[in-house]
């Protein structure tokens, strides 16, 4: 049986605002350009509980509370802050799929067969925790064998909620739920299935209604049907493995000495850097490895701010790490690596935000990243693909 996580940041805007101005924690807060006709893209749990939520005008908002505080996005931060995230769930188990800004999956199988872990909520807990105590975002975490049930289940409790979903418990947790919550049907779907009596996931999982869906999503039924009841065999596949990039080294002799030390450290960076610049790798997160004399050995890891492969970060990184954690004693060997790498391509595939419009799923958040792409921009329309052709006329006229 697979243990699959699926990882949400909750509120990811309003919370990375939070993490650089920490006065903001606990008070009605909005993402969004300070124009009345600006559109939030983000409200925090306090400005949800006055009833404001997402894709709201901020004018509607500002005549709720007028003295909400106003945030303009800052996607560098959003960047960093979910590079930092995903490298902290990677620590865990490299087999993870980025579902988009502030969203991903985790195949964590592994550790209970290799029994580091027995109870997959405690593991939940302990993510959950890690990822608060160092980035201070709260995320939900749904927990299932498979990735779709996992999706669904982290929606069920925020904020830190986590939630088992399984086979067992579907038909009573997952069933009654009104359609809107399936993952990946749109509003526009949702309406046909209203207009011929399909309300909740029970009537998707019905064999009765199959035909009925057919004509509805096509070939796509077969996938929603069987979703509805559980069952979903896609593998967590990242667009590439996480790898590491190491390299370690016994000293000649054992040795205290500082500045041999540092030299064999920058030695061990600039074959890390060069190999990962060949294989065109990088990443955010860097460890060493110190071995004495006397057989302990320590690994330390740190995460930086920005994904690279760079001589300098490297061993600038190294350095810090062995200054913070060296003991004085006599030293036999030395690592040096970069962890959970990613490839440059796909770095700027997967992470960067104008790909993120296409990771997205949920309608609204797209709709609401266009506004504020539009917004950031005189000479660029941005529009969905799938209104390319609508949109048409219009895109011409503007032009
Ligand atoms: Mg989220």
Same mark, same amino acid.
């Given at each position: 049986?697979?243990?699959?996580?699926?990882?949400?940041?909750?509120?990811?805007?309003?919370?990375?605002?939070?993490?650089?101005?920490?006065?903001?924690?606990?008070?009605?807060?909005?993402?969004?350009?300070?124009?009345?006709?600006?559109?939030?893209?983000?409200?925090?749990?306090?400005?949800?509980?006055?009833?404001?939520?997402?894709?709201?005008?901020?004018?509607?908002?500002?005549?709720?509370?007028?003295?909400?505080?106003?945030?303009?996005?800052?996607?560098?931060?959003?960047?960093?802050?979910?590079?930092?995230?995903?490298?902290?769930?990677?620590?865990?188990?490299?087999?993870?799929?980025?579902?988009?800004?502030?969203?991903?999956?985790?195949?964590?199988?592994?550790?209970?067969?290799?029994?580091?872990?027995?109870?997959?909520?405690?593991?939940?807990?302990?993510?959950?925790?890690?990822?608060?105590?160092?980035?201070?975002?709260?995320?939900?975490?749904?927990?299932?064998?498979?990735?779709?049930?996992?999706?669904?289940?982290?929606?069920?409790?925020?904020?830190?909620?986590?939630?088992?979903?399984?086979?067992?418990?579907?038909?009573?947790?997952?069933?009654?739920?009104?359609?809107?919550?399936?993952?990946?049907?749109?509003?526009?779907?949702?309406?046909?299935?209203?207009?011929?009596?399909?309300?909740?996931?029970?009537?998707?999982?019905?064999?009765?209604?199959?035909?009925?869906?057919?004509?509805?999503?096509?070939?796509?039924?077969?996938?929603?049907?069987?979703?509805?009841?559980?069952?979903?065999?896609?593998?967590?596949?990242?667009? #590439?493995? *996480?790898?590491?990039?190491? @390299? =370690?080294?016994?000293?000649? !002799?054992? /040795?205290?000495?500082?500045?041999?030390?540092? +030299?064999?450290?920058?030695?061990?960076?600039?074959?890390?850097?060069?190999?990962?610049?060949?294989?065109?790798?990088?990443?955010?997160?860097?460890?060493?490895?110190?071995?004495?004399?006397?057989?302990?050995?320590?690994?330390?890891?740190?995460?930086?701010?920005?994904?690279?492969?760079?001589?300098?970060?490297?061993?600038?990184?190294?350095?810090?790490?062995?200054?913070?954690?060296?003991?004085?004693?006599?030293?036999?060997?030395?690592?040096?690596?970069?962890?959970?790498?990613?490839?440059?391509?796909?770095?700027?595939?997967?992470?960067?935000?104008?790909?993120?419009?296409?990771?997205?799923?949920?309608?609204?958040?797209?709709?609401?990243?266009? #506004?504020? *792409?539009?917004?950031?921009? @005189? =000479?660029?329309?941005?529009? !969905?693909? /799938?209104?390319?052709?609508?949109?048409?006329? +219009?895109?011409?006229?503007?032009?």
């Amino acid at each position: 049986m697979r243990v699959i996580f699926h990882i949400d940041l909750n509120a990811y805007f309003a919370s990375a605002a939070v993490c650089i101005e920490p006065e903001l924690a606990g008070k009605p807060l909005v993402i969004t350009r300070d124009n009345p006709r600006s559109i939030i893209t983000t409200a925090s749990y306090q400005a949800r509980a006055l009833g404001i939520h997402s894709a709201m005008p901020l004018f509607q908002a500002k005549k709720i509370c007028p003295d909400i505080i106003v945030r303009e996005p800052d996607f560098k931060l959003y960047n960093e802050l979910s590079n930092q995230f995903f490298s902290i769930v990677a620590s865990y188990s490299p087999i993870l799929a980025v579902g988009s800004i502030d969203e991903c999956y985790v195949d964590v199988t592994q550790l209970f067969k290799d029994k580091k872990y027995t109870d997959p909520y405690e593991l939940a807990q302990k993510i959950q925790q890690e990822v608060y105590e160092k980035l201070h975002l709260e995320c939900s975490i749904g927990i299932s064998h498979n990735k779709f049930l996992a999706k669904m289940a982290s929606d069920l409790k925020k904020p830190m909620g986590i939630t088992i979903l399984t086979k067992k418990n579907i038909k009573t947790v997952m069933w009654p739920l009104d359609i809107s919550s399936f993952y990946g049907i749109g509003k526009k779907s949702q309406e046909v299935l209203k207009s011929n009596n399909i309300n909740t996931i029970q009537d998707l999982a019905n064999y009765h209604n199959y035909d009925l869906l057919t004509s509805i999503f096509m070939n796509r039924a077969f996938i929603i049907y069987r979703q509805a009841n559980g069952i979903d065999t896609q593998p967590v596949v990242g667009k #590439e493995k *996480l790898r590491s990039v190491g @390299n =370690s080294t016994t000293l000649d !002799k054992v /040795s205290n000495d500082h500045t041999y030390l540092e +030299d064999t450290l920058s030695s061990l960076a600039s074959h890390v850097s060069a190999r990962a610049k060949k294989r065109e790798l990088i990443s955010n997160s860097i460890s060493i490895t110190i071995k004495y004399k006397n057989g302990k050995t320590i690994t330390r890891q740190t995460i930086i701010s920005r994904f690279t492969n760079d001589f300098e970060d490297i061993i600038s990184t190294a350095k810090m790490l062995f200054d913070n954690n060296y003991n004085g004693m006599l030293v036999r060997l030395l690592g040096v690596s970069l962890n959970n790498t990613i490839e440059i391509k796909n770095y700027n595939q997967q992470l960067s935000l104008f790909d993120h419009s296409e990771l997205v799923t949920k309608k609204d958040d797209v709709d609401n990243l266009i #506004e504020i *792409l539009n917004q950031n921009s @005189n =000479s660029v329309k941005v529009i !969905k693909a /799938s209104q390319l052709e609508k949109k048409k006329k +219009d895109f011409i006229i503007k032009d």
